[in-house]
């Protein structure tokens, strides 16, 4: 296919271009970035509208001024995404390959993104005259610290806590709690105050399990009063393990278990904090809706931590604490 006839990029952006590309640019015609807002442009792969959006995080200290949004793939992008009411599509699976999820990224199903998928992809953009350039850039990238390897962003189901009925209690019951430094106060209510939910899901293999099941069809979850019931009856009597042990015929209460086919056991380990958070029950004995001794004393006389436990010890043990109908905070001092 011919190259196109006309391109649209940053003013800041054209010597760049001109530079990748090989060859000088004539400008036919300047415009606010915002007359483009609303408008729709083909999709390099399959030619189907796709909207053009304003977004504050993109600039024109690189690239063209213009960049692909993948809602699914993005701190950034998601926000975006949410913004303008889009769907997250996540076409990588845990394995970092191409999924069937897009219909652009089928035929590329099964290649790491990272290797020979995208190689596949731009091979598909030069077999649609759709690709203008292509040149290696260096440029700032999450690395795993442990594997050495690039991390890829992906958008996937998580656990949340919704906070907004947790806030006014927890911060009410730091009233009686002696802060040393006193700035630890403004601190940890800053975190607590700050925000709207906590997300308690984590994809790791290790940690305590969350005891959630998944349909094999349709993807929904279940996680009631009778599934973590028997979760916990199980986890009493072997331990933790026992989730990663099991077959899902035991882990199912026994009302579920002749649907067991039905339904796969989640991999997904709860928030470290959430362990910690609860060990006001766990260590000092508070059990539920325990809160220390009568009138809301405290269960622990203090909680001795570093700054960073802000948002992580203090804050949770306060949040779980609330949410198991506790009285006061689950400690009488802060250090």
Excluded at 45 to 69: F, K, Q, W
Excluded at 244 to 255: M, R
Aim: hydrophobic letters at 40%.
């Amino acid at each position: 296919a011919a190259a196109p006839a006309h391109v649209v990029v940053a003013t800041a952006r054209i010597a760049e271009l001109e530079q990748a590309l090989g060859r000088r640019l004539a400008v036919v015609e300047r415009f606010a970035g915002t007359a483009l807002d609303g408008l729709r442009c083909a999709h390099p792969l399959s030619g189907r509208p796709v909207p053009l959006l304003l977004a504050e995080h993109v600039t024109d200290s690189a690239g063209t001024g213009l960049v692909h949004t993948a809602p699914g793939h993005g701190p950034e992008d998601f926000a975006v995404g949410v913004s303008h009411a889009l769907p997250p599509s996540c076409p990588v699976d845990a394995e970092g390959r191409f999924t069937a999820a897009v219909a652009e990224a089928a035929p590329f199903e099964g290649l790491e993104v990272l290797g020979e998928g995208g190689r596949a992809v731009l091979d598909a953009l030069r077999a649609r005259g759709t690709l203008l350039s292509a040149a290696e850039h260096a440029h700032r990238y999450p690395y795993d610290w442990r594997s050495k390897t690039p991390v890829i962003f992906r958008a996937t189901p998580q656990w949340f806590c919704e906070l907004s009925a947790l806030q006014p209690a927890a911060l009410a019951s730091l009233d009686g709690v002696r802060m040393v430094p006193p700035a630890g106060r403004q601190r940890l209510e800053a975190f607590v105050g700050g925000r709207a939910s906590w997300c308690i899901s984590r994809q790791r293999c290790w940690g305590v399990p969350l005891p959630a099941f998944y349909h094999a069809r349709t993807g929904e979850a279940l996680l009631n009063d009778a599934t973590i019931a028997h979760a916990q009856k199980l986890v009493g009597e072997r331990g933790s393990d026992c989730w990663w042990e099991l077959s899902e015929a035991e882990l199912l209460p026994p009302e579920l278990q002749p649907q067991a086919a039905e339904w796969r056991k989640g991999t997904d380990t709860l928030d470290v904090w959430f362990d910690s958070g609860c060990s006001w029950a766990a260590v000092l004995g508070g059990g539920e809706g325990g809160g220390g001794g009568g009138g809301g004393a405290p269960l622990a006389d203090m909680y001795l931590e570093g700054s960073d436990q802000h948002r992580g010890w203090f804050q949770s043990s306060l949040l779980t604490h609330a949410a198991a109908g506790g009285t006061g905070a689950p400690y009488g001092a802060v250090v």
